[in-house]
């Protein structure tokens, strides 16, 4: 009786749950034609963003560097000059990186940055095969121009 007790009760209980797990309709999506719909507080992918004008709008503050607590971002940051801007502010990012091995998608970059320069957006196929490009660089990050409409 004791077995009954210790196996057998647990094990009837496991074929239990498998057995209305077994009942539900089963979905199948077919990927990459298909996606499945993300949570609204999805954070995969990093973007560098832009102002409507295409200045940058990192200012090479490093604060998402600093609350980054798996320390995968770098920036380096350099003045603007009159026959140089890249961004509205006197400093621009030099150089920014972002090591996705490292990266544990947290979103604190995100919320650090006083500018919103750094977003995680949906996008979350960030398969390579290569771990040297998984060193995600500035021109990686960064959103393409948009066209100013006048």
């Keep these: 009786m004791e077995i009954f007790r210790d196996v057998?009760?647990?094990?009837?209980?496991?074929?239990?749950?498998?057995?209305?797990?077994?009942?539900h309709?089963?979905?199948?999506?077919?990927?990459?034609?298909?996606?499945?719909?993300?949570?609204?507080?999805?954070?995969?992918?990093?973007?560098?963003?832009?102002?409507?004008?295409?200045?940058?709008?990192?200012?090479?503050?490093?604060?998402?560097?600093?609350?980054?607590?798996a320390r995968c971002i770098y920036v380096q940051a350099a003045e603007n000059?009159?026959?140089?801007r890249f961004s509205p502010g006197e400093r621009y990012a030099a150089r920014y990186?972002?090591?996705?091995?490292?990266?544990?998608?947290?979103?604190?970059?995100?919320?650090?940055?006083?500018?919103?320069a750094i977003v995680l957006r949906n996008d979350f196929e960030l398969a390579n095969y290569q771990r040297e490009d998984f060193i995600y660089t500035k021109e990686m990050l960064l959103e393409p121009n948009k066209p100013v409409h006048a």
């Design 97 to 116: 990186e972002i090591n996705m091995l490292r990266c544990i998608f947290c979103g604190y970059c995100q919320e650090a940055c006083p500018t919103g």
């Design 8 to 23: 057998v009760k647990p094990m009837m209980a496991g074929f239990g749950i498998t057995r209305k797990r077994l009942q």
């Design 25 to 69: 309709e089963k979905v199948t999506i077919q990927y990459p034609e298909e996606k499945r719909e993300q949570f609204a507080r999805t954070r995969w992918r990093h973007v560098l963003t832009r102002y409507d004008s295409g200045l940058e709008r990192c200012i090479g503050c490093s604060l998402c560097a600093g609350a980054c607590p």
């Design 81 to 84: 000059t009159d026959e140089a």
